[in-house]
């Protein structure tokens, strides 16, 4: 599992997805957030500035991404 540390309060859904390196850039974060590739604490996400806080759950081509503090 991925773990991604907040140096603030929360991360949009774009960004995790490109600072966990599933993603090249944020257009391609975007269209697979958009295309609902993405699971957010196991639902379908499709919002790409959904805030993710502590605990939060990214799961994206069998990658757990999880949001620590």
């Known amino acids: 599992m991925e773990v991604i ?3 603030s309060e929360y991360i949009k859904l774009g960004q995790a997805i490109k ?6 850039s944020g257009v391609e974060a975007k269209s697979v957030i ?3 590739k993405v699971k957010v604490n196991g639902k379908v ?3 790409r500035g959904k805030k993710l806080y502590n605990g ?6 069998g990658v757990d991404i999880k949001i620590e503090n």
Not at 19 to 24: I, P, Q
Not at 56 to 61: A, E, G, K
């Open 56 to 61: 939060d759950i990214v799961t994206f081509h």
């Open 34 to 36: 958009v295309e609902g």
């Open 19 to 24: 600072a966990a390196g599933l993603a090249e």
């Open 45 to 47: 996400e499709v919002q």
């Open 5 to 7: 540390k907040l140096k």
